[in-house]
């Protein structure tokens, strides 16, 4: 979390806020410098409010905002979901850090962590994630859960509310978001460019924002997302994420959405049945 005088960023993670919390360091240590006073900009390392044990780092959420800083805006960046998806698949944290035992998962994945984009869906899956306490046929996926909790003033008891009804989940989530605005991820340079020209930062640095070049970007892959898309995930995405998909309709950012990508294969009906 990046407290500003102006404004509090919260970082999800891999949506491009590595992106922006570098610029908005690099301008503040800029007129630090040149004022020769200590930077205005503070960063919290928090400990996560739904991993415990896990160590403390920049993500932090929005009921972590310290009193003093609550009545300040709040922005963040929204991501396509498939991209996201297909990132943190790529990504391989899931890899050093496996979500099951390692021996349960070569005993059904024996080249873990060597997993086809299929097998990664399957073992999310079988691993339970996104698994809703206290109702486990109720799957709602893992992005969805990630957003409930850092953006919800009271996660824990919309993550326990939801059901089956979809429209009724909805409106639990929205009716108990923080007030949050989204810049897009995909067009990250200018909307935060113009994010911050909206609260006096100078010309100069809202150009700087606008031209300086990805940061933390992953490696570019010599295969074509189109080609490693499959039916099965494509399903598990459209399906798991159907939730945060209609909150980001509601909210109004459905251009980050538009670009799904297509796989040529059919669904199987015996692919499906162990859904």
């Given at each position: 979390?990046?407290?500003?005088?102006?404004?509090?960023?919260?970082?999800?993670?891999?949506?491009?806020?590595?992106?922006?919390?570098?610029?908005?360091?690099?301008?503040?240590?800029?007129?630090?410098?040149?004022?020769?006073?200590?930077?205005?900009?503070?960063?919290?390392?928090?400990?996560?409010?739904?991993?415990?044990?896990?160590?403390?780092?920049?993500?932090?959420?929005?009921?972590?905002?310290?009193?003093?800083?609550?009545?300040?805006?709040?922005?963040?960046?929204?991501?396509?979901?498939?991209?996201?998806?297909?990132?943190?698949?790529?990504?391989?944290?899931?890899?050093?850090?496996?979500?099951?035992?390692?021996?349960?998962?070569?005993?059904?994945?024996?080249?873990?962590?060597?997993?086809?984009?299929?097998?990664?869906?399957?073992?999310?899956?079988?691993?339970?994630?996104?698994?809703?306490?206290?109702?486990?046929?109720?799957?709602?996926?893992?992005?969805?859960?990630?957003?409930?909790?850092?953006?919800?003033?009271?996660?824990?008891?919309?993550?326990?509310?939801?059901?089956?009804?979809?429209?009724?989940?909805?409106?639990?989530?929205?009716?108990?978001?923080?007030?949050?605005?989204?810049?897009?991820?995909g067009k990250v340079n200018n909307d935060m460019a113009n994010y911050l020209a909206e609260f006096g930062y100078s010309p100069a640095e809202?150009?700087?924002?606008?031209?300086?070049?990805?940061?933390?970007?992953?490696?570019?892959?010599?295969?074509?997302?189109?080609?490693?898309?499959?039916?099965?995930?494509?399903?598990?995405?459209?399906?798991?994420?159907?939730?945060?998909?209609?909150?980001?309709?509601?909210?109004?950012?459905?251009?980050?959405?538009?670009?799904?990508?297509?796989?040529?294969?059919?669904v199987s009906n015996e692919n499906l049945s162990r859904w």
């Amino acid at each position: 979390m990046l407290i500003t005088p102006n404004f509090v960023l919260l970082n999800m993670p891999k949506t491009g806020s590595t992106f922006a919390r570098t610029v908005l360091k690099a301008i503040h240590e800029e007129r630090a410098e040149q004022r020769s006073t200590a930077s205005e900009l503070i960063e919290l390392i928090l400990p996560s409010p739904t991993a415990p044990g896990r160590p403390a780092d920049q993500h932090g959420t929005y009921r972590q905002i310290p009193s003093d800083h609550a009545h300040k805006p709040i922005v963040s960046i929204a991501r396509n979901l498939y991209g996201k998806f297909l990132s943190t698949y790529r990504f391989g944290f899931w890899a050093v850090h496996p979500p099951l035992p390692i021996d349960t998962l070569r005993s059904k994945f024996p080249h873990f962590p060597d997993l086809s984009f299929d097998e990664y869906v399957e073992m999310n899956l079988i691993s339970g994630i996104g698994k809703v306490p206290n109702n486990e046929r109720l799957l709602i996926g893992n992005q969805t859960i990630q957003f409930i909790s850092m953006y919800c003033r009271n996660p824990e008891a919309v993550i326990a509310g939801l059901s089956f009804d979809d429209e009724t989940s909805l409106r639990l989530i929205l009716s108990d978001l923080g007030n949050v605005r989204f810049l897009r991820c995909g067009k990250v340079n200018n909307d935060m460019a113009n994010y911050l020209a909206e609260f006096g930062y100078s010309p100069a640095e809202v150009v700087f924002c606008r031209h300086h070049p990805p940061v933390n970007a992953a490696p570019a892959s010599n295969a074509d997302p189109a080609q490693v898309w499959t039916p099965i995930a494509l399903d598990y995405v459209r399906r798991n994420e159907r939730l945060l998909l209609a909150v980001f309709s509601a909210l109004g950012i459905t251009d980050e959405f538009a670009c799904v990508p297509r796989a040529t294969r059919r669904v199987s009906n015996e692919n499906l049945s162990r859904w």
